[in-house]
């Protein structure tokens, strides 16, 4: 199946612009939207968003804001800012003529993992895919993210929290579809305990698949690990994909 990559942007009420690319397939399928994490851009996405959009989805890729061509407002961006980044980035892969808006995943990385559960209190989310999620607590949420206390926040993630003090954890709480939740073996940054946190807050969801990448960072520096992470990614989402199709996983 051929795929055609297109630039876009996608717009903000602010009139400020992000820079996005379309990664569009022959036929019209389920749409997949990829959330880059703090510090990192859609380069991290391009290539298993193209290999996805092959597999027969419309595929989304952008920088949130602070990030790539807009490095200079990065200590200036909240949590709130680039929540909005990601529903007008979904609003834009839902309204391409060839995408069905009820069938719409989210792939996204540490802090993009964070921003993807809070979508899918906001907007239609069939399935989630969480690689190495942050987490964060809910006070300070307009402050920008580059000045959050870091001690606190590790100490804040190696703590259980449920969905009674953490609003992440609460949207994931009442997520109805399919989730792939994905633990580095030698994360830096998000500890065990953040991990369980995700898991036992699916209560809903219609399946959940936890895996671990073996021998992996949190960032997959090493090519073994983001091939591990692509081979794991493509096989969940064309299980998702092709049982959507045959009626088997109706959410």
């Known amino acids: 199946m051929s795929v055609v990559i297109s630039p876009t942007h996608i717009a903000l009420p602010d009139a400020f612009n992000l820079d996005a690319h379309f990664l569009t397939p022959s036929a019209p399928i389920p749409g997949i939207l ?3 994490g703090w510090g990192g851009d859609q380069r991290f996405d391009l290539k298993r968003a193209h290999s996805l959009a092959r597999l027969g989805c419309v595929c989304l890729t952008f920088d949130l804001t602070g990030h790539h061509d807009t490095t200079a407002q990065r ?15 979904y609003d834009t892969l839902a309204s391409h003529s060839w995408v069905d808006p009820e069938s719409i995943a989210i792939i996204g990385h540490s802090y993009g993992a964070y921003l993807a559960t809070l979508v899918s209190q906001l907007r239609p989310v069939r399935w989630l895919s969480l690689l190495a999620p942050a ?3 809910d006070e300070e949420w307009f402050k920008p993210k580059d000045q959050l ?7 804040y993630r190696k703590t259980p929290h449920t969905k009674n003090d953490n609003q992440a954890l609460l949207a994931c709480s009442l997520f109805k579809g399919d989730v792939l939740l994905i633990e580095t073996e030698h994360d830096d940054f998000i500890p065990k305990q953040t991990i369980l946190s995700y898991r036992n807050a699916f209560l809903e969801a219609q399946s959940m698949t936890h895996r671990i990448l073996y021998e992996a960072d949190h960032g997959l520096t090493q090519k073994a690990a983001q091939q591990a992470y692509s081979t794991l990614l493509f096989g969940w989402i064309q299980e998702m994909i092709m049982g959507a199709r045959a009626g088997f996983l109706s959410v």
């Open 135 to 137: 987490l964060y607590h």
């Open 34 to 36: 990829f959330i880059h």
């Open 75 to 89: 200590h200036h961006v909240s949590r709130q800012r680039n929540l909005q980044d990601v529903c007008a980035a």
């Open 149 to 155: 206390n870091k001690a606190l926040l590790n100490a």
